[in-house]
Nanobody, 118 residues
Framework: QVQLVESGGGLVQPGGSLRLSCAASRSVGRIDVMGWYRQAPGKQREMVAR???????VYGDSVKGRFTISGDNAKNTVALQMNSLKPEDTAVYYC????????????WGQGTLVTVSS
């Protein structure tokens, strides 16, 4: 069974940095889009950042200029570098992968907790 495995969450002080990583547990062939979403307690899941196979990126408004997403097509991996972290960034972060051919496939990781607190 294909899974997305995340790593890198933890506790960090405000202003600090963390790097999240995500990898597919086995090859699924072509992945077209990978990204990160997050869900804070009592809130809906929101998009943090996404990257296409062509390297096109999109960021949520609240993280622009602070977070950077990067991907490796050959390895089906994606990373999220998070800088200048704020308490409001505290959430469970989920990795996501989408493939559009031959049929639509969406995968989710199990989630990794990021806590920003002094």
């Amino acid at each position: 069974q294909v899974q997305l495995v995340e790593s890198g969450g933890g506790l960090v002080q405000p202003g600090g940095s963390l790097r999240l990583s995500c990898a597919a547990s086995r090859s699924v062939g072509r992945i077209d889009v990978m990204g990160w979403y997050r869900q804070a307690p009592g809130k809906q899941r929101e998009m943090v950042a996404r990257i296409t196979r062509a390297g096109i990126t999109v960021y949520g408004d609240s993280v622009k200029g602070r977070f950077t997403i990067s991907g490796d097509n050959a390895k089906n991996t994606v990373a999220l570098q998070m800088n200048s972290l704020k308490p409001e960034d505290t959430a469970v972060y989920y990795c996501n992968a989408e493939a559009f051919e031959p049929s639509y496939l969406a995968l989710w990781g199990q989630g990794t907790l990021v806590t920003v607190s002094s």
